[in-house]
């Protein structure tokens, strides 16, 4: 990627800048007095200050101008950071190197404060930023900085708001990512589908693939270079490999069977999982790309599909009606009879591992509603986080912290749109796209 | 890498798609009324009501077939088995595909919306089978019979509540011309 090129502390401007810096000393292990650490308990989002960043020369004043716009949008939009408007503040930075007067933002009650500069030459970008803790009257972290080219500036942006973000909460960020998804156009009855791309908040939609041939459940790989799809191109539902980086396409074949849906990858994305249709009845199977040889997981003469590796490799979710109804199950990846883990009125569908490891989203019926939620690997602890006519698709955040699904209105008029919500069930909001779309699949934090 | 170039990859990819797929799309869509973008391989409605060749009244026409033996049966919730009235319009397919052996068929299997994406798939895939099942067990050769699954894809009936759902939880079986 070489619209961030570099990601540097700023340790050669430490000595010219003399006191504003503290000592060097690892970016992210500050401990400090601002900390927001997150909890169901969160509900007053921590305000924060971020005026726009200085413009280092006449050309970058319009970047400094949105740049410092979405790094707001990502922190407000995680529902855990207010931001006190720029009407409101008393003080304004002009220089990027002069020392802060913590009292002025002590003053408006701003606990965390953004500072940030900006130079546009041709079209070399360059941001720094600085995250001050107000009451404490001292940097969080150390200053950064990020090169790149002018067209990568939401990259950039992303950056620092991850960088916020992770100094102040703890956790990992999640703003410098992005989702692929199925972008609908069209009538319910004869909706065109198209694969697309796009950052995590909406922005830089690209579209992967035409109209042609239906389209369905992209899955990005864990290092996002490559999306698993379901497309019906040659009549029937098989899997296709799409290399983001080289951008080839190929059919991953599966063999015999009536079709071949459902893939995912695997945590070092060396193998995949997927559905493979016969006669009627649907198992599961693992596949290593390399070889190209195929392992039949599950052989019942129910429907198993919709199945998710945990994050150390060694077990799968999946669903399955053997019970009768819709319901998740987990079994180790070298055989072994599956466990069941939902127990909850309803059917329970689409189930995915957290990155962390720690829980499984899914969907579940029940009532005539559909719901997003969230589950112990052991069942325990079920959560809702969403209820509607029909939510259904649900994908991690890198940092296992948000989930996205789709959600469709009901009726001939319905149409599917993309959504997140907190895995704490607050702060639900639509992502915006272009088009109707369905089926997001998050990728990794990019490098 | 830049916008630029990223743009110029992904029409290498749509021509890549293109050419792969070009064959197969003729053929699939050819004669049976091609439905356009995404509904090309002849799904349900559009496909069936493409065909024109013969009239009601002539027996060994398509016509006849889906419209006076019947080209389709209906589900319960989640269910493939075969009702009674379903039985009776498969009783007269096979009548049907007996008697005209220069036809062969493929079955589509679809679900209503109310479920998820794959399930639904999956389960359409096995509404077609219970009918390519009950087909064959009438004695229509398994080799002049294909399946194929909608899921909840391609609705007939655009409401949400059941009395679209009913129409949309369907097995329909698509007659494919001779030779084909």
Same mark, same amino acid.
């Given at each position: ?89 008393? +003080? ?19 606990? +965390?404060?953004?500072?940030? +500069? ?330 | ?119 639904? !798939? ?12 009950? !087909? ?45």
């Amino acid at each position: 990627m070489r619209h961030v090129q570099r990601l540097t502390l700023l340790a050669g401007a430490l000595a010219a800048l003399g006191t504003l810096f503290a000592g060097p000393g690892p970016a992210l292990a500050q401990s400090g007095p601002l900390k927001l650490t997150i909890t169901e308990g969160v509900v007053e989002p921590m305000p924060f200050a971020a005026p726009t960043f200085v413009a280092e020369n006449g050309q970058s004043a319009d970047m400094a101008n949105k740049l410092t716009r979405v790094v707001v949008s990502d922190l407000v939009g995680t529902g855990l950071f207010r931001e006190i408007p720029q009407s409101a503040q008393i +003080a304004k930075i002009t220089s990027f190197t002069s020392p802060v007067q913590y009292a002025d933002w002590k003053a408006i009650n701003a606990a +965390a404060l953004i500072t940030g +500069a900006v130079t546009v030459q041709g079209n070399q970008l360059n941001v720094k930023f600085r995250l001050h803790d107000v009451f404490a009257g001292q940097e969080l972290g150390q200053g950064m900085q990020f090169n790149g080219t002018t067209d990568g500036w939401r990259r950039m942006a992303h950056k620092v708001a991850d960088q916020v973000y992770a100094r102040i909460t703890g956790e990992k960020p999640y703003f410098d990512s992005r989702v692929v998804f199925v972008s609908e156009t069209g009538p319910k009855d004869k909706r065109l589908k198209r694969l697309a791309i796009m950052d995590y908040d909406g922005a830089n939609t690209q579209y992967l693939t035409d109209s042609s041939s239906l389209v369905l459940a992209p899955r990005f790989s864990p290092s996002g270079n490559r999306v698993l799809f379901t497309s019906y191109a040659t009549g029937s539902p098989r899997i296709y490999m799409l290399d983001v980086g080289s951008v080839s396409l190929r059919e991953i074949s599966t063999g015999a069977g009536d079709m071949a849906f459902s893939p995912r990858f695997s945590p070092d994305g060396n193998s995949i999982l997927y559905s493979l249709t016969q006669g009627g009845n649907t198992d599961i199977y693992l596949m290593n790309l390399g070889s190209g040889t195929s392992q039949r997981l599950t052989s019942a003469s129910s429907i198993e599909t919709g199945p998710s590796f945990s994050p150390d490799g060694s077990k799968i979710v999946f669903e399955s009606d053997r019970s009768g109804t819709q319901q998740l199950y987990i079994m180790p990846v070298s055989g072994g009879e599956p466990q069941r883990i939902s127990f909850g009125e309803g059917r329970y569908s689409t189930p995915v591992w957290s990155p962390r490891g720690d829980m499984i989203a899914f969907t579940k019926q029940t009532k005539g509603r559909f719901h997003i939620g969230v589950m112990r690997t052991d069942g325990s602890g079920e959560r809702l986080l969403t209820a509607s006519f029909l939510d259904e698709s649900p994908t991690w955040s890198p940092n296992g912290r948000v989930v996205m699904f789709s959600r469709e209105t009901p009726g001939a008029s319905g149409t599917a749109s993309l959504y997140s919500v907190d895995v704490t069930g607050r702060n639900l909001q639509r992502v915006p796209t272009p088009t109707g779309a369905s089926d997001p699949s998050w990728g990794p934090l990019q490098k | 890498m830049t916008y630029l170039a990223k743009a110029a990859l992904v029409f290498a990819v749509l021509g890549l798609a293109a050419c792969t797929n070009g064959d197969r799309f003729g053929k699939l869509g050819g004669g049976y009324g091609a439905n356009g973008a995404n509904g090309a391989y002849g799904a349900n409605g559009y496909g069936a009501n493409g065909i024109t060749s013969g009239g009601l009244n002539d027996p060994t026409s398509p016509a006849y077939f889906q419209q006076t033996v019947g080209d389709r049966v209906h589900f319960i919730v989640d269910q493939s088995s075969l009702n009674p009235e379903a039985r009776q319009i498969l009783d007269g397919q096979i009548r049907w595909l007996n008697a005209n052996p220069d036809f062969n068929a493929t079955i589509e299997g679809h679900a209503d919306e109310q479920g998820t994406r794959e399930y639904n !798939l999956a389960l359409g895939a096995r509404r077609a089978a219970a009918v390519k099942d009950y !087909l064959v067990a009438g004695g229509v050769r398994p080799n002049r019979l294909q399946t194929i699954s909608y899921g909840k894809e391609r609705p007939i009936a655009l409401c949400s509540d059941e009395s679209c759902y009913a129409q949309n939880r369907r097995a329909v079986t698509v007659l494919r011309a001779p030779g084909m």
